[in-house]
């Protein structure tokens, strides 16, 4: 008896250690498994290294700054939660970008799967020495190709949702 109320608490134990472990970020809407990602998950997937080169003005000099960044491809996201089957309805998918504080961006599904541009649109998990996700609790996305970086930047990323444009 003495065992059975050891093995209840050692269960009751070990899931609120689970619980203990939030989830980050959420990929669904129209997707064949929806994702719900801890930074144990999103650390665990694999990563790719970009390097940024950017020109500054620095005491009236134009100087190049780099800056090193590390995350996940959103396309790899994406591709393992698993597109819609149909393949004339996708596409007319879009993604949907939200951040903790409300921010929304979006991108097409022609833009992420047609274009480099979405071989540069990065879930990132690290930006220069700083980890986001202990820094902040939530990854960012940066899409590396945009002329303006700014609209499409989205600091603490809660969550990926694909959608269907409605069709006339």
């Known amino acids: ?56 003005i620095v005491d009236g000099r134009e100087v190049t700054q780099t800056v090193l960044m590390r995350g996940i491809p959103l396309r790899a996201l994406l591709d393992q939660a698993g597109l819609a089957s149909d393949r004339h309805s996708v596409r007319r998918a879009y993604v949907l970008l939200t951040a903790q504080d409300g921010y929304q961006t979006v991108f097409s599904w022609g833009e992420l799967y047609n274009t480099r541009l979405g071989d540069d649109v990065l879930v990132l998990l690290h ?38 444009a409605t069709s006339r």
Not at 132 to 154: I, T, Y
């Open 127 to 164: 930006h220069g020495d700083e980890d986001l996700l202990a820094r902040d609790g939530f990854p960012a996305l940066r899409s590396l190709q945009d002329v303006r970086p700014g609209p499409r930047h989205v600091r603490w990323l809660k969550s990926v949702e694909v959608l269907l």
């Open 1 to 56: 008896m003495r065992a059975k109320a050891l093995l209840f608490l050692l269960g009751c134990w070990v899931s609120l250690v689970q619980a203990a472990d939030p989830v980050l970020l959420q990929v669904g809407g129209m997707v064949q498994h929806k994702l719900m990602l801890t930074a144990q998950d999103l650390r665990a997937l694999p990563q790719k290294d970009y390097t940024e080169k950017r020109s500054v």
